[in-house]
């Protein structure tokens, strides 16, 4: 594709003008003298043809022109200084875009996330959570880590290890807890999924047990924990991710019984082929668990 000529410059003091709304702050910015910034601009409009500032006594009004003309240059302009700024040191920074379930990145991911930049230290990780509802394509990410059964459409999924639910309470909470039936009187919190105490109290051997009435739904084990924490009820929760707050002693874990009810996977769009940065990522995850014996 031949372009067509392509004033730079011209562009730069425009886009940076409709910033400021200012000729005098975007020479500042520049590094250049408000003169130079209003002749480009001028130039600029008269090879568009169009007016792209109203001048006013003080300060700049853009027209409808200009705003339709700013954010293609912004995205441009940024797109280029985040290109241009993976060049640092002499070496080519590699971006990883990762969506993780919240409890997932706060109690397993982050803790250990300094080992993977220590031996990949040109890898930007950018980092989002969820509530595990994640578009890998409309949000561009190169891998989401989900907890589930690994089946999700047009994704190829690896299993990273189990998530065993338990309860989890408060000291003075956990004091009055000698058998399972002890839960039926207090509130139970719980996600988003129906069964979850049904099936662990099933696990501790009281199959009659109907579902918990008195129940608060949480759509993250970090907001269920931060309730358990401020006393609002006794939480089913994976005490893997909460290994911080059971080692400080802010909660316990009253019976040993478990449930596992999913896993959390590492997965990624079929047709997304793999770059260096994500073979890097998958490979210290898959080895992080396997060290840990997760897996």
Known sequence: MVRPYLPLNAFRAFEASARHLSFTRAAIE????????????????????????????????????????????RDSFDRMADAVERFRGGHVREILTVGAVGTFAVGWLLPRLASFRERHPF??????????????????????????????????????????????????????LNTPEDLLGLTLLRSYRRDEWTRWFEAAGLPRTPPPQNAIVFDTSLAMMEAVLQGAGVGLAPPLMF??????????QPFK???????????????????????????????????EGLG
């Open 30 to 73: 520049l590094n250049v003298t408000q003169a130079a910034v209003s002749h480009q601009v001028k130039s600029l409009e008269e090879q568009l043809g169009v007016i792209l500032f109203k001048r006013l006594p003080r300060g700049l009004m853009i027209t409808a022109e200009g705003e339709s003309l700013l954010p293609v240059l």
């Open 257 to 291: 019984t478990s449930v596992v009810l999913g896993s959390y996977w590492l997965t990624r769009l079929q047709s997304r082929s793999a770059t260096p940065a994500m073979s890097a990522f998958a490979n210290w995850l898959q080895e992080t668990v396997a060290e």
């Open 123 to 176: 890898v930007e990780v950018r980092l989002s959570t969820n509530n595990n509802r994640v578009d890998l394509a409309a949000e561009g990410l190169d891998f989401a880590i989900r907890f589930g059964a690994g089946a999700w459409h047009g994704t190829d999924a690896f299993r990273l290890f189990d998530a065993p639910l338990s309860v989890l309470a408060t000291p003075p909470v956990a004091r009055d």
């Open 243 to 252: 290994s911080r707050l059971l080692s400080a002693g802010a909660v316990v």
